[in-house]
């Protein structure tokens, strides 16, 4: 079965600056997609950004881009110029031959002024 | 915009109460999903479904069923509500084309306390 970790519960970014969300996974599927979605405090799920594991040129989304390394089943959330609205919490899914989403525990983001 | 719209933010029921949580989409989406969020756990599904009075067991469906008569509408029913279940619910929809990169949309969450 697939499963999807996100192994840091809290980070914390400046206003301004550049913070990493980590995910890694694991499959033995050749083709899947992977997603991360923000959940900011009280509001909605909303995706963020998402990649084809097909697809070796990292994806990226105005200040978000992602690290995609297949090999390494990892898939890392950048966020630069982090914004106060970047505060949520984030969560890393993956998505193989049926159209369920596993997943990760996600990550909580605060962001410091 | 995909519009996932749950009927209630917050409810308290009491324990033994059959409860309804109700979802509706308005973008003709095939495939809607029904999932708790715990903190720690990150999101689990509880049941699926891919058409019109078609459902699948996700993977913590005990003490939940569903219903699916229309194909905008998506039930979440609690049986008879016990503590444990006391979590944020969220629903979601997405099209039906198998492999696609398209994502789940979401609605905003149903805060359920069973006292």
């Known amino acids: 079965a697939q499963t999807v970790t996100q192994s840091q519960p809290e980070m914390s970014v400046q206003e301004a600056e550049t913070v990493t969300l980590s995910c890694t996974y694991d499959t033995s599927e050749s083709d899947y997609y992977l997603f991360w979605y923000k959940q900011p405090p009280s509001r909605q799920m909303i995706l963020v950004i998402r990649q084809e594991a097909y697809k070796q040129q990292n994806a990226t989304e105005n200040r978000f881009s992602v690290n995609f390394q297949k090999a390494a089943k990892s898939f890392s959330l950048k966020i630069s110029d982090s914004q106060l609205g970047d505060a949520a919490m984030y969560f890393c899914?993956?998505?193989?031959?049926?159209?369920?989403?596993?997943f990760g525990t996600g990550t909580l983001l605060a962001v410091q002024p | 915009d995909v519009k996932v719209t749950q009927s209630s933010r917050y409810l308290v029921k009491r324990t033994g109460e059959k409860v309804f949580l109700e979802c509706v989409q308005d973008m003709d989406h095939e495939n809607m999903f029904w999932y708790r969020q715990d903190p720690g756990l990150g999101l689990r599904l509880i049941y699926f479904?891919?058409?019109?009075?078609?459902?699948e067991k996700g993977d913590i469906p005990e003490g939940y069923s569903v219903s699916r008569e229309k194909k905008e509408r998506f039930s979440l029913i609690l049986e008879s509500a016990s503590t444990n279940q006391t979590s944020m619910y969220l629903c979601?929809?997405?099209?039906?084309?198998?492999?696609?990169?398209?994502?789940?949309?979401f609605g905003d969450g149903t805060r359920l306390s069973i006292l």
């Open positions: 899914a993956y998505r193989g031959a049926t159209n369920k989403l596993i």
């Open positions: 479904s891919y058409d019109v009075k078609m459902k």
């Open positions: 979601a929809s997405s099209p039906a084309q198998s492999g696609s990169n398209q994502p789940q949309h």
